[in-house]
């Protein structure tokens, strides 16, 4: 993980999020929180995860 990705969301925060659709874990790429189950990717804007299913993008 690079040293931008690392600021944009802190690891205690990032440990305790899931993704509101199938409730599973969610990493950190791209500056995108992306769930491990689905696929679908959530921004991050000004540190803060945008978790809303209806802002989430889909897996292609």
Known sequence: M????QSS?????LEILACP???T???LENNKL?????GRRYRIEDGIPIMLIDEAE???
């Open 2 to 5: 690079s040293a931008a990705e």
């Open 9 to 13: 969301i802190s690891e205690e925060l």
């Open 21 to 23: 659709v199938c409730k």
């Open 25 to 27: 874990e969610v990493k």
């Open 34 to 38: 992306v769930c491990q189950t689905c």
């Open 58 to 60: 889909l897996p292609e």
